[in-house]
């Protein structure tokens, strides 16, 4: 997976970059059904320094569908986490309808899935 990291109005520390890492490294492993050329992850964090207000904003390309998440919040840590967590539950809804699992929830559905086959 590629990926691009961007702060804005401030500098990070080393405990958020190792977050951030951590984390990028969390949804990596989940995308590995996907050819790592073709997914691309954009993180942009921001501060307002006026109101000590944090704003994290994730861009995830995946084939067949771009998911995004923006998150503001005054704890810079938690909304990295809040904007990560949305990102891998988009990730896993998507992958999920990629499976077919919408068919297969109902079983009228499941008996209309098995004719087509």
Do not use: C
């Not at 771009?66 to 990295?80: G, N, P, Y």
């Amino acid at each position: 997976m590629k990926f691009n990291v961007e702060f804005k109005n401030f500098a990070a520390d080393a405990k958020i970059r190792r977050r951030i890492e951590q984390l990028t490294k969390k949804v990596d492993k989940k995308l590995l059904t996907f050819s790592p050329d073709e997914v691309f992850l954009r993180l942009l964090i921001e501060e307002n320094p006026v109101r000590k207000l944090y704003r994290v904003s994730i861009t995830l390309e995946v084939p067949g569908k771009t998911l995004a998440t923006q998150e503001q919040r005054h704890d810079l840590d938690e909304t990295i986490r809040d904007a990560f967590a949305e990102i891998d539950r988009q990730l896993e809804a998507h992958k999920a309808t990629l499976r077919g699992e919408p068919m297969w929830k109902r079983r009228a559905r499941r008996e209309e899935r098995r004719k087509q086959q």
